[in-house]
């Protein structure tokens, strides 16, 4: 079974950029669609980006189309998150996780709360100051 081990957050101003990191242990990590899920403050959970296992297919939540990235890294074992131009309304404990399976299968519901996910990470706390 992968093990998430995210990083990567930290305090950042307005219109800046962060990077947040997945790195995946204890499995093959080419076979798992990975995905970027969110939760704020006393709000539920919502999926952020997912991708393929080979990277390439991706989607985004419409909450971050045009700014965030997803991408990964098959031989570092790790899934990124490039957040560019945020908002205050990004901040966030931003989650990895993994889920082995055929893009053609998971897509559909990757960007739900749950994406349908098998194994999660601790989360990494993202902060946007206005």
């Known amino acids: 079974q992968v093990q998430l081990v995210e990083s990567g957050g930290g305090l950042v101003q307005a219109g800046g950029s962060l990077r947040l990191s997945c790195a995946a242990s204890?499995?093959?990590?080419?076979?798992?669609?990975m995905g970027w899920y969110r939760q704020a403050p006393e709000k539920e959970r919502e999926g952020v980006s997912c991708?393929?296992?080979?990277?390439?297919?991706?989607k985004y939540a419409d909450s971050v189309k045009g700014r965030f990235t997803i991408s990964r890294d098959n031989a570092k074992n790790t899934v990124y998150l490039q957040m560019d131009s945020l908002k205050p309304e990004d901040t966030a404990v931003y989650y990895c996780?993994?889920?082995?399976?055929?893009?053609?299968?998971?897509?559909?519901?990757?960007?739900?709360?749950?994406?349908?996910?098998?194994?999660w990470g601790k989360g990494t706390l993202v902060t946007v100051s206005s």
């Open positions: 996780a993994a889920k082995t399976g055929l893009w053609f299968f998971a897509q559909a519901m990757c960007l739900t709360p749950s994406g349908g996910m098998n194994v």
């Open positions: 991708i393929s296992s080979d990277g390439g297919n991706t």
């Open positions: 204890g499995s093959i990590f080419s076979r798992n669609v």
